[in-house]
């Protein structure tokens, strides 16, 4: 016998979850961001300890001190939860593929006038160890930050930084093969002028409060770095040589954008939740933004030339306009 | 100038300058401050670089292959909801899985997601760093896509509607709760063996294949898509946690004594985790493709074994429990469906004798112990039941201070007889369900006496609500019970006569008749 | 006797010539049905070749793309771009 159940009208019996329809004040139906994300975290009865570090519950508020009425309210605007996250990085990583694949076809990075592939050489391919600072310190958000807003919101952050590390391995590879690659390592470890960004990214690898991590990494370094290389360099290579440095870091610069708005986010509901917050957020704000400035002022030097410092001071004053947009005193 | 392209890499070769190329030791910290964590086990790595990766994913390629999974996945929950999929499961009956999965599997995955992303930022080397992370935001998809598997099924079924309250508070997902809260609570290396490996490797197929592809014979398209979609991922955990292991006992023969308890202890932990996955196959799944038995032959005892003959070369011997796991596989499954239909006023899903072919099955199935321990007890409950008199027992359950499961498993040399061990720690006396468990306490007791058992917060006091006196010579503590795990009373009870049973059989009534 | 590795896979066009292919290459090799999935045991050592993948498939195929159809492996895994391998010790 053939049954047509979708000829079928049933009421239903409710129509979400008893802690999504408290959260939202009736029972009405929830979106799928709120059903993975919202409430989930346990709070209560955990069982044990940690033995790595007694003194916390396995999730503890504590662990940084910012206080938040609801740790819910770090929302992501981008509603990700790993459906949508995944599909936004697949269909990045189609078009990066296309990209990569019509340079290699057509021989452009070959082609490549040879005083723009050192800059490429000397400042991009390097940061890939900053993206893989940033993946590790993304991963200590992911592990030590309160509700599951924030946790996968961090976690997928590392992920993404994990592949920027990976797309700028690439572009090395496609400009000057392996050698690219060993010769900005050995600039990373070496040279004078990763010295200092070096220096911060392993400081902040030992910080302990994870709020003061997402400060140091998310908002200040990469706060400069991205409009910096990524988006100013950029423009500036591909005015004397081209769209091919664009075509090969356009995934860097997609993400960028998207991620401010989490970034932002965030740090309006902290600083919107009490004084205390905007007040200990701008002081990480602004001690980690002078020392980032101190640390890629040398690559900054090597990218611009005479013209650094008023480059480095523009992205200065547009970081500072963001963040007093989103609510803090940079 | 143009300068010649260079050469195509190997899959090996690019994955390496991919991963572990991008990893420097720091010198502007100690490595010993930026990774605190991997010393204090007794584990002893020598050389980070002899870790062999298994699967060599890029995360370009990553984002691709889950995107493509994640499309076709939604595509297809999307569809079995819009055309009232629920409704064309085998029998209501079904649905108490779903129920019980939700309570006990989401959750879990959350804290393997907690769980990873702290090994992806502690584990020193890049290579495991990275599979790690991985498989950090792979638990996050399957926590995610669970729910939303089973989010439709809330909208008409009772019991689904408060996991995530009852995730912290309800004593029969307390034994989950803390499998996984003493995993994460443990130092980096033995969360690998107890999750990458115990679970994922000898454990979780018991859960996913047999189980899922019953929940597919059952007309369960949601769950089963969402079941198979996660074991894809599953496979690249496995060989993690295998990978794992060998790399532990190759870097020095010192770390075979603690990894050989650790797997001792964690195959023990995931077994009796794996009861209630038994009663689900045997019980719970109105038509079945195989017996847990079955199942723990093919999925256990073969493929163990093919796993613990092969680390043999390493000095790692067949975890001390197999044997009785051997034994114990014919009676798991049957003691736990009583054990919860006992208590079937404090759970939110509802148990039911099963029928009379379906005691044919099980008898069939288990000719060793079925009838001559469990069917008469099963037949007599029948009985009781047409009589009006439905069995239940009210009585506050003692739980193992280890697994925290309620004491109810035999002795292993005795069917007929409950298994009950105890330990005095600091003068006060601890209860468990086996040796193993209480070899485990006796190890780490300063961990284990702060186990959360319910029964005993309940007796306390400490699930009454504010206010009441619970020193009080009246003091019931059972009265308070229901508020406390926001249990809905119409999702307790025996299957036969609930509102699920109705409202299905008028819903499926609805579309065959005009 | 040597321990059997195994692999399982969602049921689909894709798998039914993946299958295919590990029976080919895999003397040995026993095929087992289950609801929405297939089962392949092979003992001691299983290879999955790309171009015997290609062939039953029409295609181009990278091995990476059992991930999307995996339920289960059992053995050491080994991947190169041409040869994914399961094995035990013998």
New interface residues.
Partial sequence: ?H??????T?T????????LARRMGADKPAS?YF??TM??????????????DPAYE??DKTRTCITMQDWYALKDPRQY???PW??A??????T??ADFDLV?EM?L???Y??EGRALVNEVFVPL??A??AS??NN??I??YSYG?AM??AA??A??DQ??V???L?RLG??F???ES?AAA?DA??QHPRWQEL??YV??V??LKDWFEVFIAQNVALEGLLYPLFFERLNERLNATHGPVLSLLTRFQREWFTESSKWVDAVIKSAAADNPGNKAQLSTWLREWRDRAVTALDPVVARAFGNDGPAQLGEAVAQFNARFTKAGLAP | ???????K????ERYT??TR????D????PMS??Y??VG?EGIKIHDWNRWED????????Y?????????KL?AILDAFN????H??VTDARYINVLKLYLGST??LE??A??GF??M??QMVGAGP??AC??Q??DE??H???Q??SV?NY?????G??????Q???MWYL?DG??FF??A?????FEFMVAIGFAFEYVLT?IL???FI??A??NGDLAA?TVG?SA??D???H??LG?ECIKFLLEQDPDNLPIVQRWIDKWTWRGTRKLGAVGMMMDYMLPKR?MSFKEAWEIYFE??G???F??LA?YGIKVPACFSQTVVEKEHVSHQSWIGFYMKSRAMSFHTWVPGPEELDWLSEKYPNTFDRFYRPTLEHWDKMEKQGKRFVNNTQPMNCQCC?NTIKYNEPDDPMSTCFRESVYKGEKFHFCSDHCKAIFDHEPE??V???ISSHQALQGNCAPEGVDVTANDFDPARYMNDFW?LDPRATGDFNGSDDQK?FAA??A???TN | MS????I?F?KNEDTRCIVEAIVDDNPGAVVVD????VKVDVPGRMVIKRTTVEEKLGREFDL??L???????????????DEFCLS??Q
Avoid at chain 1, 3 to 8: A, K
């Fill in positions: 016998m049954i047509d159940l979708r000829t079928i049933i239903p019996l409710r129509q979400t979850f008893g802690h799928r059903e993975a409430d989930l975290q346990p709070v209560e009865n955990f069982h044990y300890r940690p033995t790595w396995i999730f939860y790993y459906g995944t599909l990085r697949g269909r990045m990583q189609e990066a593929e290699e021989g990075a070959q082609a006038a040879a890939r160890h993206a893989w993946n590790i991963s200590f992911g592990s599951i946790s996968q976690t997928f590392s992920m994990l592949g590390a990976q797309y391995t590879l496609a000057d093969g392996t690659l390592k990373w470890l070096r220096r392993e400081d690898m030992v | 100038m143009t300068t010649a392209p260079p050469k890499l190997s899959l090996k300058l991919m190329d991008l990893a420097w720091t010198t502007y910290q401050k930026v605190p964590q204090y298994p699967f060599r994913l890029t995360m370009d390629a984002w691709k292959y889950q995107a493509e999974k994640e499309r939604y819009q055309n009232n999929g409704l064309t989401p959750p959350l804290m997601a907690r992303t702290n992806g930022r760093r990275v992370l991985m950090a935001v996050y998809r926590f995610q896509t729910i939303h989010s809330n909208k008409y079924y009772n689904l509607d408060e996991f995530a309250h995730q912290s508070r307390s709760k803390s809260d003493d994460i609570t443990a130092g980096p197929n996913f294949v047999p592809s019953g597919a014979y089963m198979f074991q894809s599953e496979a690249r496995m060989t295998l493709i073969q493929n074994s093919a796993l003959n092969d070369r925290l961990k284990y702060q186990a959360y926001r409202n819903w499926r609805q579309a065959t | 321990s059997n590795t195994f399982a969602q289950q609801p929405a999935m990476q793309e991930q999307v159809h995996l339920i289960t492996i059992s053995g050491h895994l080994d991947e190169t771009d035990w010790e």
